[in-house]
Each structure stands twice: as structure tokens, then as C-alpha cells.
């Protein structure tokens, strides 16, 4: 197994990690802001649903960061990341060119993000990580 092999699950796994705690630290930071962006998309119950969020980003975040669970971390970061991007980024609903634009890069970016989550997914966490300590380290082949 290469070096690259060895360590981009983990540097791609903190780099998600960091990526998805630094937003739940954002909106928590914001908590009015972020209700106050909810209900103008018409989301109900804001402050409940962006409290269960910030838990999930957190849990994610860290289930990534320790490759522990590591899978079903990414699965709960990549369903936040639809369903925000559905929800919060619905560009093809704004008719002002410009505004749409903007929007549309959002959800483009959301959909990165998510696909790098479903890489997670399907091909682990890699050999550093908590759910891999005991099998042995890296087969060889």
C-alpha cells in the first residue's frame, strides 16, 4: 500500500471533519441569523430542526475526524447536505439572473461535497481510523 494509500483517507476524512464542524460552529454562533435564514425559506419549527442539525454536524464531524463509524457518519453528513441543498439552495426557483447564479454555485458546491461523502461511503475510512485498530494494519496483497 502507498503512502497516498495510507494517509488521504485521513487527511480526507479531517478535512471533512473540519469542513462540517466549522459550519455547526457557525450556526450556533448565528443561532438568531440562522432561524431568523429557516423561516424566510419557509422551513417550520426552525429552532428545533437546526438544534437536531448542529447535533448531527457534530456527531458526523466527529465519527469522521476518529474514523469511528466513520461510514455512518458520512451518511449522516451527506443527508444533511441533500436535504440543505434542497431546501436552502432551490436556484431553479429564483427568477433574478444573477441571484440564481449564486444560488446555483451553492448547490453545485453541495453536491461536491455530498459525492465526496458517498466516496466515503463505499470505500471506508481508510487504515487510520478507530473502526480498523485491532484487524492488523493494511493487508498485503
Not at 469542513?19 to 426552525?46: N, V
Request: proline fraction near 4%; charged fraction near 10%; include cysteine.
Amino acid at each position: 500500500m502507498s503512502v497516498s494509500e495510507l494517509l488521504s483517507p485521513l487527511v480526507g476524512r479531517f478535512v471533512f471533519g473540519w469542513f462540517f464542524l466549522s459550519q455547526a460552529m457557525l450556526y450556533a454562533g448565528d443561532w438568531e441569523g440562522t432561524i431568523h435564514l429557516m423561516s424566510y425559506r419557509g422551513i417550520p419549527g426552525a429552532a428545533f430542526i437546526l438544534a437536531v442539525a448542529i447535533l448531527f454536524l457534530v456527531m458526523g464531524s466527529l465519527s469522521l475526524i476518529f474514523g469511528y463509524h466513520a461510514r455512518y457518519g458520512a451518511l449522516i453528513l451527506f443527508t444533511i447536505t441533500i436535504i440543505s441543498m434542497v431546501t436552502l439552495h432551490d436556484y431553479w426557483l429564483i427568477p433574478d439572473a444573477a441571484s440564481r447564479a449564486a444560488e446555483h454555485q451553492l448547490f453545485a458546491c453541495h453536491a461536491a461535497i455530498a459525492g465526496g461523502l458517498l466516496m466515503l461511503i463505499g470505500l471506508g475510512p481508510g487504515p487510520f481510523a478507530v473502526d480498523n485498530a485491532g484487524k492488523g494494519g493494511p493487508r498485503k496483497k
